[in-house]
């Protein structure tokens, strides 16, 4: 904005809360509690000299062509809306449900699993092996899998089969 022939100011910064300390200005708030705007006055050279001008104190430069004083100030509330467009919005929230459709099957579904090794030892003989581990309800699990050992036990047993073929040893070991 010029100001004469010679010169023109510009508002180079703003300070809502200022306090001074070893020729520095500094903000301690964003509260409009104590301003100061330094201001740029440029020269038809385009040479720029700043300024602080305090509504409260008195100018910090004291190389200046002009004193400026601030003789009013009112302040407005205002707020700001922004509206923005968001085209991946879509990909989010479908990474979002993926996401807790995930977390549900972690936490609320139980994990179980369950092994069988065939075994052979030193008398010609096999055994089976059976093992098993859960993460959550190991009651239910324990029921479960003694259900299976004794239907697999059913399974290899020769006099419940009919067949009188020699099998080995079979065992189940939990």
């Known amino acids: 904005m ?4 010679e010169y023109s100011v510009r508002i180079a910064r703003f300070v809502p809360d ?4 070893d020729g520095e200005v500094f903000k301690r708030s964003d509260n409009i509690g104590n301003p100061a705007f330094q201001l740029a006055l440029i020269n038809k050279a385009g040479v720029e000299t700043k300024v602080w001008s305090m ?4 100018n910090m430069s004291e190389d200046a062509p002009y004193r400026f004083a601030a003789t009013e100030m009112k302040t407005l509330e205002f707020t700001g809306l922004e509206v923005a ?3 991946g919005q879509w ?3 479908s990474g979002v449900i993926l996401m807790a459709i995930g977390l549900s ?4 579904l139980s994990h179980t699993r369950i092994w069988a090794v ?3 030892d030193d008398a010609s003989s096999t055994a089976l092996w059976i093992g098993g581990a859960c993460n959550r309800n190991k ?5 479960r899998f003694a259900e299976i050992v004794t239907g697999i036990k059913a399974e290899l047993n020769p006099e419940k089969n009919g067949n009188n073929i020699e099998r080995g040893r079979e065992t189940a070991h939990v």
């Open 2 to 5: 010029p100001i004469d022939d």
């Open 139 to 143: 009651e239910k699990f324990e029921t």
């Open 55 to 58: 509504p409260r104190d008195r």
């Open 85 to 87: 467009h968001q085209p």
């Open 105 to 108: 099957i972690v936490f609320y």
């Open 118 to 120: 065939i075994v052979n």
């Open 18 to 21: 200022y306090y001074a300390q």
């Open 91 to 93: 990909f989010v929230w």
